[in-house]
């Protein structure tokens, strides 16, 4: 089996998806004579931005399986078909994941840098960029060519990484 080059891009998604599932800690603080407002504020941020958290290893675990399969001697297609098909379903709303207030300024720990919220246009676009590729990485998956698959793969593995260089911490 050919070696498709794209581990580094899986690895890192895989990497900032269990990054940033771990150690969260709400680390803003609340005046105390708002402590209500405040607090149910900061609650809600967390929340937020512990979804968004959740969707990343959701989506890293989708490119963990399709990659180790193509590195594979013998690739699990039907698994492949599986991840695949799953990626456009959990990345449907993704540009719903970063809400004004879910950056660093909230005091909880993530890695999503302010130029998210600074350049909302561009990231926009990335996320369509990621957004389309994953759905041709489904269609072709849908074929079965593992070899087309990889191409695939490769072109939406750039994708998150065109969005990572500027957008995300420690990628």
Known sequence: MRKFGIPHIVLALAGMALLSACGQEDTATAPSDTNGAAQE????VKAQIEARQAQYK?????FKT???NLQ??????????TAAASIP???ATMADWFPEGT???????TGALPAIWENR???????????????????????????????????????????????????
């Open 41 to 44: 504020a900061s609650a809600e």
């Open 58 to 62: 959701k989506l890293g675990a989708a």
């Open 66 to 68: 399709i990659n180790d």
């Open 72 to 81: 594979s001697g013998s690739p699990d297609v039907a698994a492949i078909q």
């Open 89 to 91: 379903v959990e990345t």
């Open 103 to 109: 950056g660093p300024e909230s005091g909880v720990k």
């Open 121 to 171: 246009a561009d990231f926009d676009q990335k996320i369509a960029a990621f957004q389309t590729a994953a759905a041709n990485l489904n269609t072709v998956a849908q074929g079965g060519d593992v070899a087309a698959i990889g191409a695939a793969f490769g072109a939406t593995g750039g994708t998150c990484k065109a969005c990572h260089d500027n957008y995300r911490l420690d990628d």
